[in-house]
């Protein structure tokens, strides 16, 4: 569950730092930059299967045309592209799997997920510009500030049944070196313990961390990776909510409202869905479309 997006520099939105409860409703005139609080989101969710410059080709441009990812960037009115900046803080479900299917349990479950990205101009080394990763970071929420990251209205029941765990320090990080180069930092968080510390040089990196890890080295982080693969965009269709589902139908609700049935029955069922019945990112999403007005 998203419970906080803070952004800076993507798209016309600068210092924006929305909070979501349980139903959000996201209002505004036209043109203010609600769709673009969306396309963070599904950047983000994009980020975690494919590489950035891929999920960034990917985001939608108000003119349709996603030759030039400067798009993406806030620019001045030199055209100079500021830094984007990410801050995402969610609750992830204590136990699930990573990608081969392998179990995963969370050390602690309200995770704060930061990404820091430059647009890199062409050179005479590079001919195409290029996005670069300047930090990438994974740390925690302490069950003792959890109250004051979850302003909406809540039981502290609920609240201790989501955010557990403890933990010292960090999943990921990001430090400088005196070259004034960054190394990005996964540290281990396996219960067997005794994994090495691997580094990368942050602008080398073709994606983000986050989207390599495996449940056997990291399996909090593998819970935030799947967390954010499952943040979808809704466009739902009447048709397609009326439709019939057969049995072998898929259980997750797709992007048009389809195989609601099957859905409504698995959730009934009170059943998860395989890590091999998660949808592709694009096709099905809990974040419903913004309407304007």
Not at 110 to 134: C, N
Not at 223 to 232: C, H, K, P, S, T
Request: proline share 8%; with cysteine; glycine share 6%.
């Amino acid at each position: 569950m998203l419970t906080r997006l803070r952004v800076n520099g993507f798209k016309n939105l600068i210092g924006v730092d929305p909070h979501f409860g349980p139903f959000t409703c996201i209002a505004g005139a036209n043109a203010v930059g609600k769709s673009n609080l969306f396309d963070v989101i599904l950047f983000l969710e994009a980020l975690m299967d494919a590489p950035i410059m891929d999920a960034a080709m990917a985001v939608r441009e108000e003119k349709g045309s996603v030759s030039d990812i400067r798009h993406l960037f806030t620019q001045t009115d030199k055209g100079i592209c500021l830094p984007i900046e990410i801050e995402a803080e969610m609750l992830v479900p204590p136990a699930g799997s990573d990608y081969l299917d392998q179990p995963a349990e969370a050390r602690t479950t309200f995770l704060v997920y930061r990404l820091d990205l430059r647009y890199r101009p062409p050179t005479e080394a590079v001919s195409r510009p290029r996005i670069e990763l300047v930090e990438e970071t994974l740390d925690y929420v302490k069950k003792g500030e959890a109250p004051a990251h979850l302003p909406f209205k809540h039981a502290r029941a609920w609240r201790d049944s989501v955010v557990k765990g403890r933990r010292t320090s960090p999943y990921i990080s990001t430090e400088s070196n005196e070259d004034e180069s960054r190394v990005v930092k996964l540290h281990q968080d396996s219960s067997t313990g005794g994994g090495r510390t691997r580094l990368f040089q942050a602008e080398k990196l073709p994606r983000t961390v986050l989207s390599t890890v495996n449940a056997q080295e990291s399996p909090t982080a593998v819970l935030a990776r799947r967390e954010m693969l499952n943040w979808r965009l809704l466009q739902l269709e009447p048709s397609a909510l009326r439709a019939p589902d057969g049995f072998d139908a898929s259980p997750q609700l797709a992007a048009s409202g389809a195989h609601l049935p099957a859905t409504l029955f698995r959730l009934s069922q009170g059943l998860e869905p395989r890590a091999s019945e998660n949808p592709l990112p694009g096709e099905a999403n809990h974040v419903p479309e913004k309407t304007d007005g």
